[in-house]
Nanobody, 123 residues
């Protein structure tokens, strides 16, 4: 599975961005897809994940309610809609995939990673 993340950029606090992750290779619809993020000097942090059946889970730190993960099996693409962005959301955002059945918030559970897309939120 190859993953291509896009949609990052510079936005003011309170603004919105939608990240996309296009997958190619094996049957996308049977994979758990996730977004992680990593800010400078910090560990990689789980943002959200979605299973092929549509089950969603979100990370802590107030992401739930502001971020929404969704998937389009026909387009082999997963999205992360981010609203009410805050400066602390500034990070490189990575999409990831695993063929495991269970949805996981642990980066080690994911076998495939995209290259990352930079999100910068100015105050």
């Amino acid at each position: 599975v190859q993953l291509q993340a896009s949609g990052g950029g510079l936005v003011q606090a309170g603004g919105s961005l939608r990240l996309s992750c296009a997958a190619s290779g094996r049957t996308f619809s049977r994979y758990v897809m996730a977004w992680f993020r990593q800010a400078p000097g910090k560990e990689r942090e789980f943002v959200a994940a979605i299973s092929w059946s549509g089950y969603r889970t979100y990370g802590v730190n107030s992401m739930k309610g502001r971020f929404t993960i969704s998937g389009d099996n026909a387009k082999n693409t997963v999205y992360l809609q981010m609203n009410s962005l805050k400066p602390e959301d500034t990070a490189v955002y990575y999409c990831a995939a695993t063929s495991a059945v269970a949805v996981s918030a642990t980066s080690a559970a994911y076998d495939y990673w995209g290259q990352g897309t930079q999100v910068t939120v100015s105050s």
